[in-house]
């Protein structure tokens, strides 16, 4: 399902993010359902608030893409790597304004 304006969504939607970190460097995050859209966050307790701030401005005005269960978003070959390196998994709620 996707939904034709931002303000359809449904409210509590959730996208599943993937957050990694190399080393000391900050936590990148990207959506596997929302392409282009990306967030760092310095300090782990900002990871969540940066990445649904990313996530609303991305999907401002856009039509929103189906976001997948978090069993999906698991079994992609793409993101087993990832988790694999050592990057994990978080749902992030999509702030409607």
């Known amino acids: 399902m996707i939904c034709e304006q931002y303000n359809e969504a449904?409210?509590?939607?959730?996208?599943?993010?993937?957050?990694?970190?190399?080393?000391?460097?900050?936590?990148?995050?990207?959506?596997?359902?929302?392409?282009?859209?990306?967030?760092?966050?310095?300090d782990r307790n900002d990871i969540l608030t940066n990445?649904?701030?990313?996530?609303?401005?991305?999907?401002?005005?856009?039509?929103?893409?189906e976001a997948r269960s978090l069993d999906a978003v698991r079994a992609d070959d793409d993101v087993a790597r990832d988790l694999a390196e050592g990057a994990f998994l978080i749902a992030v709620p999509l702030q409607l304004p």
Not at 26 to 37: E, K, L, M, N, R
Not at 51 to 65: R, V
């Open 51 to 65: 990445a649904s701030e990313a996530l609303a401005l991305h999907l401002e005005g856009e039509a929103l893409p």
């Open 10 to 42: 449904p409210p509590l939607a959730h996208y599943i993010a993937v957050v990694h970190q190399q080393g000391d460097s900050a936590f990148g995050v990207h959506f596997p359902d929302v392409p282009g859209c990306f967030s760092a966050a310095d």
